[in-house]
């Protein structure tokens, strides 16, 4: 739980640590290197409700009530492969619009921690361009799907860049807000990633409905306490194909895996992707698990994944923050993070890192979802075969053993 608490804080750590002027790269602009595929992106936000679970509403209204009990809302959005670029150019200014009304939908909130990412990571970057435009017409086909579970607190907006990507390659991408299990704040707990896990199944029943969205293809993905909520959904919801970690918060958890009673990662069949950033490697711990004087651990979810391909990329020179585009963006992680960037590794480099995430991520659902033999073979070379630069990326595979009967 200790490194559990130390990856959160890390998501948060503009609240806790002050500037550090000499440690500041003003010079730095996050860039997302890679070209788009052969589609435009589209954007449509749906405002939707799960009307299984009650949710404390938060209010503006001075002097009123600090929330009213209401139906769970899921603000959606849907990223999506389009034959043109018609409607609205997105702008992050746009997204972060989007932040203030995750709960209200019609009624902009202007107060609350979720509201606080838009000034505190999107100063400096509102009029910037992004891939999107909004309800713009979808492209003709039936595109496997994608649900994005965003980490501890977060918007659905924390990764633009991975999503618009992946979109342009022919999938549909939603995202709906991290929220716990009653009210917009989450908690780092099996039923706060509970919540999330039902959250992705939810999109998955509404992706259903949508008719260019092939739901016999799907996988999610989950950032840090996501990756915790993806694990649990794809564990439940047997419409899961593959999984993809960035950076979750099983490997530095699985105590809380161990929690959840219905989620055994050593019975589980599908193709998982972990992304990693540099550190001692956490499997070793697993041994020390036999000896309770060392350690209590629960099992470790990548020494237990077995029967399925298991594909582990170490990004040797981004931390845990950087695993989001929305952060790297921002002015104020300019002014601050480059505490954390891992030995002599610059800024530069977590960018760069980002971009070949990302490719890593297209090629994988390629791979397991499209079947692509051109995928295949690009997860079988190595990283500097790939054209990665040397020192950035270490990868295992650990090809799945027969399948339980």
Known sequence: MRILVHCIASLVFCAALPAAPAQNDPAFHFHFDNKPGQYEVGLKVIDQYDRSRTFDLESDAPGGPNAIKGDRPLQTLVWYPADSTSGLAMTYGDYGT????????????????????????????????????????????????????PSLNAPSTENIELCEYLASAGFVVIASPSMGASSRNMTVDVSGANAESRDISFLLDFAASLPEADTSKVAAIGYSWGGMSALFAAARDKRIRALISLDG?????????????DVHPDRLTIPLLVFSRAEETLETWDSMRKDKTQCGCAPNVLNEWTHGDLLHVQLLAISHIQFSSLYQRSERFRQEASRFTPADYSLQDGAVSYSWMARYTLEFLNAYLKKQESAVLFLKRTPTENGVLRHLMAVTFHQASAHLQ
């Not at 100063?123 to 999107?132: D, L, S, V």
């Not at 918060?249 to 009673?261: C, I, L, M, Q």
């Open 98 to 149: 989007l932040i203030k009304t995750e709960t209200s939908f019609t009624s902009p909130i202007d107060r609350g921690k979720p509201q606080s990412f838009v000034d505190t990571y999107m100063h400096g970057t509102t009029e910037i361009n992004a891939w999107a435009h909004r309800d713009a017409t979808m492209a003709p086909g039936h595109f496997p799907v994608v649900i994005y579970a």
């Open 249 to 261: 918060s099983f490997r530095y958890s699985p105590g809380t895996v161990e929690e959840a009673g």
